[in-house]
C-alpha cells in the first residue's frame, strides 16, 4: 500500500517552532519532488514549499520565506519541514505530497501530486 504520513504537528505559542515530517511507506521517494501544503478553515488549500527530487532545489510560498525550511533524506524515505517563528495565521492542517519529477516541478510548487498524506493539525496560539 503507497501512502505518506505526516507527523509533528502540535499547539505551539507565537514565535515557537515545530518540525513536520513526512515518511512514505510501500514506495521510494527517490524521483519524486516533496510538497507541503496547508489548509486553514474556511480557506483554499495553499502551497507552502515544495523540493525537488534530489534535494538541490526548494521553493517557498513568500508567508513561509525565512521561516520555514524544507529537507529531505532519501535515506530514511522522509522529508522534513522545519518552521521556526510561527505565526496564528500558521494555524492549518498540513499535508505532504508526492509528485513524478518533471520539469520546472519546483517552480510550479509540486503541483498535480501523484500521492497525498493524511494531514497534521499546526495550531499556533498563546
Known amino acids: 500500500q503507497l501512502q505518506l504520513v505526516e507527523s509533528g504537528g502540535g499547539l505551539v505559542q507565537p514565535g515557537g517552532s515545530l518540525r513536520l515530517s513526512c515518511v512514505a511507506s510501500?514506495?521510494?521517494?527517490?524521483?519524486?519532488?516533496i510538497g507541503w501544503f496547508r489548509q486553514a478553515p474556511g480557506k483554499e488549500r495553499e502551497g507552502v514549499s515544495c523540493i525537488g527530487s534530489s534535494g538541490g532545489s526548494t521553493n517557498y510560498a513568500d508567508s513561509v520565506k525565512g521561516r520555514f525550511t524544507i529537507s529531505r533524506d532519501n535515506a530514511k524515505n522522509t522529508v522534513y519541514l522545519q518552521m521556526n517563528s510561527l505565526k496564528p495565521e500558521d494555524t492549518a492542517v498540513y499535508y505532504c505530497?508526492?509528485?513524478?519529477?518533471?520539469?520546472?516541478?519546483?517552480?510550479?510548487?509540486?503541483?498535480?501530486?501523484?500521492?497525498w498524506g493524511q494531514g497534521t493539525q499546526v495550531t499556533v496560539s498563546s
Open positions: 510501500g514506495f521510494t521517494l527517490e524521483g519524486y519532488a
Open positions: 505530497a508526492a509528485v513524478k519529477s518533471r520539469f520546472l516541478i519546483v517552480q510550479r510548487m509540486c503541483a498535480r501530486a501523484d500521492y
